[in-house]
């Protein structure tokens, strides 16, 4: 595998499933990133994992919830999700190193579309 | 705050016409970073370019050409002598100089007609 792969690609669920999306990146990155995209949206950061660490929840619902075990491994757990939150749900990742190389491009997975029933 | 506007929603153009991507954005940052991303029907983005602020130089990669107006807060993307392989939905984003957060256009969709 190479770059940024992201289990399932597509997702059916009622609202009351559990369900877990799944984010794996064979760059040797060391951030990973959750984004929501919606037909009517611009693309929207979720959340942002650095060297393992939560550094940026971008007002999201507790319904959603990230998981990030290693550098190179993101989870986002969905429980009792709304119709509205069917979407496009991206993982990227960057190299990021502290203080610097906040420059650099982040990669992106094909993402999982879910659809909420 | 920061903000990326991509005016044009959509754009349909007949391949080997040339088309511009329009983006603007709005930061009180005086160091940024712009990016182009691709996104093709299979859903995963892809990058295309970065520029930083202190860097005005236009750049040419094949058929692809930017053009960064500092001036204007403009980051155009232009395409030229199209082919059906560029249909996508570009986007446009920005990255100001503190935190990981990289603010996106509303993207634009390029369709290319044989």
């Known amino acids: 595998e190479t770059g940024v792969t992201q289990t399932p690609r597509h997702l059916v669920m009622g609202m009351t499933n559990k369900k877990s999306l799944k984010c794996e990146q064979h760059?040797?990155?060391?951030?990973m990133y959750w984004y929501k995209q919606s037909a009517k949206k611009p693309l929207e950061l979720m959340f942002v994992?650095?060297?393992?660490?939560?550094?940026e929840n971008n007002s999201v619902p507790s319904r959603f919830s990230p998981e990030c075990p290693n550098s190179s491994h993101l989870f986002l757990h969905l429980h009792t999700l709304q119709p509205e939150d069917s979407a496009l749900y991206l993982c990227?990742?960057?190299?990021?190193?502290?203080?610097?190389?906040?420059?650099?491009?982040?990669?992106f997975g094909p993402g999982t579309r879910l659809t909420v029933l | 705050a920061q903000k990326v506007t991509q005016a044009q929603t959509e754009i349909s153009v007949v391949e080997k016409e040339d088309v511009t991507l329009d983006c603007v954005y709005e930061?009180?940052?005086?160091?940024?970073?712009l990016f182009w991303y691709k996104q093709p029907p299979s859903g995963e983005l892809v990058f295309l370019i970065r520029?930083?602020?202190?860097?005005?130089q236009n750049e040419i990669s094949g058929r692809y050409s930017w053009n960064f107006q500092k001036s204007t807060s403009s980051f155009n993307f232009t395409i030229t002598a199209s082919q059906v392989v560029d249909s996508a939905v570009y986007f446009c984003?920005?990255?100001?100089?503190?935190?990981?957060?990289?603010?996106f256009g509303g993207g634009t969709r390029l369709m290319v007609k044989p």
């Open positions: 990227a990742s960057s190299q990021d190193s502290g203080a610097g190389a906040i420059y650099n491009e982040q990669f």
């Open positions: 760059l040797g990155h060391n951030a």
């Open positions: 994992y650095s060297l393992e660490e939560r550094v």
């Open positions: 930061t009180r940052d005086t160091t940024y970073y």
């Open positions: 520029r930083n602020s202190f860097d005005e």
């Open positions: 984003a920005l990255r100001g100089n503190a935190g990981n957060m990289l603010t």
